[in-house]
Nanobody, 127 residues
Framework: QVQLVESGGAVVQPGGSLRLSCEVS????????IRWFRQAPGKEREGVSC????????TYEDSVKGRFTVSRNNDLTTAYLQMNELKPEDTAVYYC????????????????????WGQGTQVTVSS
């Protein structure tokens, strides 16, 4: 029943912006938090940002802090990743993920795997 679907990936020039969407079903975003990941060719998957279910608060990796912003819609059915001032090193497949036990970003220390994943969306930053 739980599903996540990413969309919004595209090819953009350095300095450009994109907004990725993660549409969820089977739950609402005031119950399960959202973790955004990305994976570039030849590199390990890395966490990008976190969105808490408790109050909508967020955390970010240092490499994207000040450029990326996470949010959720009023119906609590879509999580967003707004990406500004994109760099070539941001090129990757971006995924959203959740887990029934994940509800606030302070819990990330205890999570190495997530139960539910979207299919991913490709972001390419190139001139």
């Amino acid at each position: 029943q739980v599903q996540l679907v990413e969309s919004g990936g595209a090819v953009v020039q350095p300095g450009g912006s994109l907004r990725l969407s993660c549409e969820v079903s089977g739950f609402t975003l005031d119950h399960f938090g959202i973790r955004w990941f990305r994976q570039a060719p030849g590199k390990e998957r890395e966490g990008v940002s976190c969105l808490s279910a408790t109050d909508g608060s967020a955390t970010y990796e240092d490499s994207v802090k000040g450029r990326f912003t996470v949010s959720r819609n009023n119906d609590l059915t879509t999580a967003y990743l707004q990406m500004n001032e994109l760099k070539p090193e941001d090129t990757a497949v971006y995924y959203c993920a959740t887990d029934p036990g994940f509800y606030k970003c302070e819990q990330l220390y205890f999570f190495t795997n997530f139960a539910y994943w979207g299919q991913g969306t490709q972001v390419t930053v190139s001139s």
